[in-house]
């Protein structure tokens, strides 16, 4: 009888270390589970932060590829392309003044052109407005109008006007 309660014992012992090991098993996989999910989520994350950063640097580059809007700028480019030293800013300054009206004019037209690029970029870079802001845009002057003519303080004109196109928009 003593022999097998010391085996019973013996085998209830084993049991238990054997559950103990797999409950820490199970719990390391978890662990490392939850760990990976972690890493996968900043990495994620990060991705989503760096892909942000890259959309606006190329936007910046799109809208700088348009060229110099100013003639005095495009000038300036032009006749320093070359240089890979020191620039003389107060010769191609003083250049700039003895060009006459008809030579300037070419650069003028050239920056009127870079001009009409850079803002039909950036125009194509916008984003749609919302449902919301449509509405507004339509809504708000009337309302505005109408609330200055309740009020001298155009703060309060203000803060009734949006309180009322925003109860209009809901009330839709």
Known sequence: ???????????????????????????ATLKRERAAKKRAALKEKADAK???VEKKRAEKKAIRA?????????????TTSGNKGKI??????????ALSEGQKQKYRDQAKKNLS??????????RTPGKYALFVRKNFPA?????????????????????AVAKKYKSQ
């Not at 348009?66 to 032009?78: E, I, K, T």
């Not at 690029?117 to 916008?126: F, G, I, L, N, V």
């Not at 200055?148 to 803060?159: E, H, P, S, V």
């Open 1 to 27: 009888k003593k022999r097998a309660a010391l085996k019973a014992m013996a085998t209830l012992k084993r049991e238990r270390a054997a559950k103990k090991r797999a409950a820490l098993k199970a719990m």
């Open 50 to 52: 760096r892909a942000v």
């Open 66 to 78: 348009s060229g110099a809007v100013r003639p005095y700028s495009l000038f300036v480019q032009q």
């Open 88 to 97: 003389d800013l107060k010769k191609v300054a003083a250049e700039w003044k």
């Open 117 to 126: 690029k850079r803002r039909a970029t950036r125009q194509s870079m916008k």
């Open 143 to 163: 309302e505005f109008a109408a609330a200055k003519k309740n009020t001298t303080n155009r703060k309060d004109a203000f803060k009734a006007a949006v309180r």
